[in-house]
């Protein structure tokens, strides 16, 4: 093989480390922004344009990092549930295709997700005057993203395929 199994493992931690330091940034942000809202509009009786509109965006880029970083745990609800019901190499089988179809997903979330950026650099969004394509940006990422944790899947389960039963 060219790239090991252990290295690509070991760049999807790392990756998986920076993106949950990322959300954690944004749940901060998040909430920043909304209490400062809450605050201006309860003390001061006036409101500024801006908190809604960056909670609004942080949370796509919230929904598909936070995705990603369910990825690289395999936390998504539906994936647990299946993958519990079945022992041994069956399981193993089980967590492969779950993990060819959820890759199918993170690349359909690339590929379209890159198309709605091509055509929203021109949109510009009311309260923050920055290009909608910033925040759209979010689903290309995190379909390549999740992309990349499945291939690490999927390549974990074909090795454990072909190891099961050695000793």
Not at 71 to 85: F, N
């Amino acid at each position: 093989m060219l790239i090991s199994l252990s290295l690509l493992q070991h760049i999807g931690k790392k990756l998986n480390e920076l993106l949950e330091i990322f959300v954690g940034l944004i749940l901060f942000v998040m909430l920043f922004s909304i209490i400062l809202q809450v605050f201006a509009r309860y003390l001061f009786h006036s409101s500024f344009s801006w908190p809604e509109e960056v909670a609004m965006y942080l949370m796509a880029w919230l929904t598909f990092i936070g995705g990603s970083v369910a990825t690289y745990r395999w936390q998504h609800i539906s994936v647990d549930i299946v993958s519990s019901l079945f022992k041994g190499k069956i399981a193993i089988i089980v967590h492969l295709v779950t993990a060819v179809i959820f890759s199918i997903l993170a690349l359909f979330l690339l590929v379209s997700g890159t198309n709605l950026v091509s055509v929203s650099w021109n949109v510009i969004t009311d309260a923050l005057h920055i290009p909608l394509a910033y925040i759209r940006a979010s689903m290309p990422i995190g379909g390549a993203v999740m992309a990349y944790h499945c291939l690490v899947h999927i390549l974990s389960d074909i090795d454990a395929l072909l190891r099961y039963g050695e000793v």
